[in-house]
């Protein structure tokens, strides 16, 4: 089979393409025959190695984590389910692969007649929108700020405020470019946060602030949103994407606001039952349309170098899909 990895750091260019054995499950694990496979921008980090910063640390040679939609070949030992056969979707550690390995416990059953690309959503991105809005607590009618909201998480999280009740979103995204992107996906209004007055701007729309800033960016964008939160409040960080995770300031919370972070693998340890059963109320919302899928590219496993440069450059609109 093929698989793709890379022996050394730095761009995209160090992504190769190689042969290796069809892998055997282990105990709790699946083999699945992948159909397609989402692309992570968190892998552009890990690649670049100890210049992306203390966040991203990955031995080599490092392989490439994705979200993979196929159907099980075959089980590991004490597996009882998914049945070989089954069409299912999973988070995978080595998944730009004609054949993967994945938990069991977390592979989550696909709709039948779900589209590939969207089903890609189940794993990770679709669970970790829900769980971001879901921290942050959102009433109904209080107003909510997305960074990196034309992305392939951003995307969903914006669509999830709304049906989860929030009023007015706000889509920060990284040029004006992407603003008809976020609003045919629920934005009430758009924002550029390249531009240098950008928090301006927001105060523009929502002149008392807004209630929920929901981030994964991080940096300097992570810490000039607190010039727009209205007292009470709530900021929650589900990841790092500009690879600053320098410290936010104390004083910054004096003003009433709170912080939370959230992390899917730390959400799935802490509450495993609660963890299993989101992915089944997303597929609904999936398989309805209330929740829909943007796929930016859908490109054959041997252009991952090509992935990969589309996700660093920040011009996708929703997911990148590989397919074997």
């Known amino acids: 089979m093929r698989r793709v990895r890379y022996h050394e750091y730095g761009d995209p260019e160090v992504l190769t393409v190689e042969e290796a054995d069809v892998p055997t499950p282990g105990p709790g694990q699946v083999l699945i025959r992948s159909e397609a496979i989402g692309a992570n921008f968190v892998d552009t980090r890990f690649r670049r190695g100890p210049a992306a910063g203390p966040l991203f640390r990955r031995p080599l040679p490092g392989v490439l984590t994705g979200d993979v939609v196929g159907r099980v070949e075959a089980r590991g030992p004490g597996v009882d389910g998914p049945p070989v056969g089954a069409r299912v979707a999973a988070l ?9 390995l994945a938990d069991a416990e977390w592979a989550v059953a696909v709709p039948d007649g779900l589209d590939a690309g969207v089903a890609s959503a189940l794993p990770l991105a679709a669970p970790v929108a829900l769980r971001a809005v879901r921290t942050g607590r959102p009433a109904p009618g209080e107003t909510v700020l997305v960074h990196a909201a034309a992305g392939g998480i951003g995307h969903l999280v914006v669509q999830l405020a709304k049906l989860l009740g929030a009023g007015t979103v706000v889509a920060a ?6 603003f008809d992107f976020v609003r045919a996906y629920g934005a009430d209004f758009a924002v550029d946060y390249s531009a240098a007055d950008w928090p301006e701007r927001v105060r523009e729309v929502v002149p008392g602030g807004v209630d929920v800033v929901l981030d994964s960016v991080g940096g300097d964008i992570l810490r000039r949103a607190f010039d727009v939160v209205a007292p009470f409040g709530r900021v929650v960080v589900y990841g790092a994407a500009s690879g600053d995770v ?7 919370l ?3 606001r709170s912080v939370a972070g959230f992390s899917l ?9 609660r963890a299993r059963e989101e992915p089944a109320e997303l597929a609904e919302h999936l398989a309805s349309g209330r929740l829909r899928v943007a796929v930016h590219t859908t490109l054959p496993l041997t252009e991952a170098v090509q992935a990969h440069r589309l996700l660093e450059e920040r011009s996708q609109l929703g997911r990148i899909l590989l397919v074997p």
Do not use: H, M, Q
């Open 265 to 273: 693998l730390a959400w799935r340890a802490a509450a495993p039952e």
């Open 254 to 256: 004096f003003a009433l």
């Open 246 to 252: 320098s410290g936010i300031a104390l004083t910054d």
């Open 173 to 178: 995204v990284g040029s004006a470019a992407k």
């Open 92 to 100: 995978a550690e080595d998944a730009f692969a004609d054949f993967v």
